[in-house]
T-cell receptor
Framework: EAGVAQSPRYKIIEKRQSVAFWCNPISGHATLYWYQQILGQGPKLLIQFQNNGVVDDSQLPKDRFSAERLKGVDSTLKIQPAKLEDSAVYLC???????????FGPGTRLTVT | AQTVTQSQPEMSVQEAETVTLSCTYDTSESNYYLFWYKQPPSRQMILVIRQEAYKQQNATENRFSVNFQKAAKSFSLKISDSQLGDTAMYFCAFMKHGNPGNTGKLIFGQGTTLQVKP
């Protein structure tokens, strides 16, 4: 069974530039999560999708971050414009609807200079 | 709001020995899950073990076991017979149990880096 796929694995950009991350969840997983993991900290949920609807985006900085999951499968997370403090690993996870178990992708390491 | 605290930033253990990682949490919820996740260097996070709050019996998965003290809001992980492959960052996490669709938010602690030495 294929796991959660994410791309790119690494990205370096300058502040004020824009960047996009892509995630393809495990087949059949209706729920998709984006987490931000700053170095030395635990992951923090940015947004949770149920199919193509948003369940929780309370911690998403909406002035610069956006995310979509148009067809209820893969998802894109965008940052525009990026700030230095956005340097982090962005983790995507997915789960069956109502399941406690989340499966994580390898993450995208973003460095903003 | 729920919080999870791991007070040990780094730990080390000799191969084949036993180590215990600590975690405390704060919540007003009565029904929830607790988890330990493992994040090896440059590899993806995987679930090690989970505990349902309503269960009194401590969860066990092979060499991994937990000590769940609900009244004290404590949830420690014991790794027996440590192996080099156990070297990783370990995260304690909380999830509220409720209606499907809004239970998925994991709240993580800061993590403990475990080094297993040969």
């Amino acid at each position: 069974e294929a796991g959660v796929a994410q791309s790119p694995r690494y990205k370096i950009i300058e502040k004020r530039q824009s960047v996009a991350f892509w995630c393809n969840p495990i087949s059949g997983h209706a729920t998709l999560y984006w987490y931000q993991q700053i170095l030395g900290q635990g992951p923090k949920l940015l947004i949770q999708f149920q199919n193509n609807g948003v369940v929780d985006d309370s911690q998403l900085p909406k002035d610069r971050f956006s995310a979509e999951r148009l067809k209820g499968v893969d998802s894109t997370l965008k940052i525009q414009p990026a700030k230095l403090e956005d340097s982090a690993v962005y983790l995507c996870a997915s789960s069956f609807w109502g399941s406690y178990e989340q499966y994580f992708g390898p993450g995208t390491r973003l460095t903003v200079t | 709001a729920q919080t999870v605290t791991q007070s040990q930033p780094e730990m080390s253990v000799q191969e084949a020995e036993t180590v215990t990682l600590s975690c405390t949490y704060d919540t007003s919820e009565s029904n929830y899950y607790l988890f330990w996740y493992k994040q090896p260097p440059s590899r993806q996070m995987i679930l090690v073990i989970r505990q349902e709050a309503y269960k009194q019996q401590n969860a066990t998965e092979n060499r991994f076991s937990v000590n769940f003290q609900k009244a004290a809001k404590s949830f420690s992980l014991k790794i027996s017979d440590s192996q080099l492959g156990d070297t990783a960052m370990y995260f304690c996490a909380f999830m509220k149990h409720g209606n499907p669709g809004n239970t998925g938010k994991l709240i993580f602690g800061q993590g403990t880096t475990l080094q297993v030495k040969p």
